[in-house]
């Protein structure tokens, strides 16, 4: 269902009052499910909010970007190969890699991995890192690599977060499991993405599964944070952490993408995209495609705009000013970036962490900075004023300096 509330576009749930929350359509690579019949964007694999509402700041194109809601359980989300869904084509899916030797940037997992399937010996594997760095991909790319064409057949992907509690093990995984007896293979996969999101009693549900058919099924579970998998299920895994990618995996990506695409991707451009991107591949490879909708090159003030991220050199300045007391500078600065940008505070908080150590700052700076930040990020998380909080974080930074 799509809306329009305050001139931007609600996907799902209502819109009312403290049930409303804001998160910006610049990251459009990580869309989920939100559990009240609606999509929302999920920021960094937490839902800051966790609220009803979803409410979405527009980017030209977003459309391209979120995919209807998924059905709780379903096959894999790929649909049948070389098949392109009506309109403009997504590229997340049109250059997701299809074996385990396409995915860049986590080649010691890939290692591993393909020496469990040249040895036709898989156990039950636990993928456990942020978002947009090759966990599903890597999962489907195992699928096809031990089933080939009948990879489809005989691999189940469900997502926890669309419902989250037992009864997703008893009836989805359990009947799968019952029912997957290949006669070519000696077992099938079921793939639970955001496995992390499963309450306590449905994973114990689901370690019980895992003993119950280990003769005929594995299951390969993906997770943001492998702390939220209890313990007995963790012991019955080979735990895999992925890393966020290299600046340079995502360069080398996103310019073979846009050499196969005819796009003129700046050198600035180039940069901004990396920035943006912070690690995560799909993020990334989303916000190409979105910039290139802007015009004939993909240059910086493109990529910042489309994915509504703060220069560095403003996040700088604003943490500059307030450190040498000039509160009303900050938070001018910040206001800009709020309501005139359009950055979520979440964003803010987290662009300023990662560059905290990035900042002309001493150490004792830095760590009052990271103190503040770490106070702010908490409030923001217990549903507290994003504004307010990131202007109380400014303030004291400026009142130390009295």
Known sequence: MLGVVD??????????????????????????????????????????????????????????????????????????????????????????PQTLDDVSGQESVIDRLGSYIDENDLPHLLFSGPAGIGKT?????????????????????????????????RDRIKSFARESFSPDHSHTIIFLDEADSLTDAAQAALR?????????TRFVLSCNYSSKIIDPIQSRCAVFRFSPLSDAAIREQIGQIAAREGIEVTDDGMAALVYAADGDMRRAINSLQAAATTGDAVDEQAVYEITATARPEEIESMVADALDGDFSKARATLDTLLTETGIAGGDVIDQLHRSVWEFDLTDREAVRLLERIGEADYRITEGANEQVQLEALLASLALDEQ
């Open 7 to 96: 001139g931007a576009t609600q996907v799902g749930g209502s819109a009312g009052g403290g049930d409303r929350h804001r998160l910006l359509a610049g990251d459009p690579g990580n869309v989920h499910n939100c559990g009240y019949g609606g999509v929302w964007l999920q920021r960094g694999g937490v839902c800051r909010l966790g609220v009803a509402a979803c409410v979405v700041t527009v980017a030209p194109y977003l459309a391209a970007f979120i995919r209807p809601p998924r059905v709780a359980a379903r096959m894999s989300e790929a649909d049948d190969d070389g098949a392109a869904a009506p309109g403009r084509e997504v590229w997340i899916e049109k250059y997701r």
């Open 208 to 216: 019980r599964t895992m003993e119950q058919f280990s003769d005929n």
């Open 137 to 169: 991909t890597a999962a489907q790319a195992i699928a096809r690599e031990i089933y080939g064409d009948d990879w489809r057949q005989n691999f189940l992907e469900l997502n926890a977060s669309d419902q989250r509690g037992i009864d997703v093990v």
